[in-house]
């Protein structure tokens, strides 16, 4: 998996209309928010890379991926005892046959 590309805004234009950019290649846009939500690619980059920002202070990360019941405390069907305590507590039954 590849690491994600960090968008961030470069400017505010009229309107509440913001520009984002990448840092790693040339892909930029042009953003509005909701209720008015619009999306503008001014240039694609690299469409294959998964492109994330914020202006929330976001900070990007990689993240490990192992199959089920590896790697961590996971009893019967691969989860954690705490995730299948949670699951039961809302009357949802896990059985190893349900990770398929």
Known sequence: ????????RTRTLARG????SCTRCTRRLLFRRPPEFQKIVLERGDEWAAHVGSTGGLQVGTVETLP????GP????GLPAQERS???SHGID???DDAD
């Open 1 to 8: 998996m590849s690491t994600p590309h960090e968008m961030t």
């Open 17 to 20: 209309v913001e520009e984002w």
């Open 68 to 71: 089920a019941g590896l790697g």
């Open 74 to 77: 996971a009893g019967p069907g």
């Open 86 to 88: 949670w699951l039961a």
């Open 94 to 96: 896990w059985e190893p």
